[in-house]
Nanobody, 121 residues
Framework: VQLVESGGGLVQAGGSLRLPCAALGRTSYAMGWFCQAPGTERELVAGISWSSSRLYYTDSVKGRFTISRDNAKNTVYLQMNSLKPDDTAIYYC?????????????????WGQGTQVTVSS
């Protein structure tokens, strides 16, 4: 499975970005969006099960970010609203060979190349 992220960039605090992740190949996986800032570990920001019935958000993004997927288009989206400078990081799309969401990076089997999100104050 190849994962290709896009949609990152520079945005002012309070602004919005939408990150699509296109999956090439078998796509019956749970998916997640992770972020990693310099000097920190990769952290799950949001996850979605194969059926979209189970969603996960880390506390810092609840109410601001929304994860969704369109299985017909093999694409997962992360809608990021009310962005804060603390959201600045590289965002990675990941897929795991299972239908349910997991929260640890080592539980994911495939990774995209990452897309930089920078939020200015």
């Amino acid at each position: 499975v190849q994962l290709v992220e896009s949609g990152g960039g520079l945005v002012q605090a309070g602004g919005s970005l939408r990150l699509p992740c296109a999956a090439l190949g078998r796509t019956s996986y749970a998916m997640g969006w992770f972020c990693q800032a310099p000097g920190t570990e990769r952290e799950l920001v949001a996850g979605i099960s194969w059926s979209s019935s189970r969603l996960y958000y880390t506390d810092s993004v609840k109410g601001r970010f929304t994860i969704s997927r369109d299985n017909a288009k093999n694409t997962v989206y992360l809608q990021m609203n009310s962005l804060k400078p603390d959201d600045t990081a590289i965002y990675y799309c990941a897929a795991r060979m299972g239908v349910e969401v997991r929260t640890l990076a080592h539980e994911y089997d495939y990774w995209g190349q990452g897309t930089q999100v920078t939020v200015s104050s």
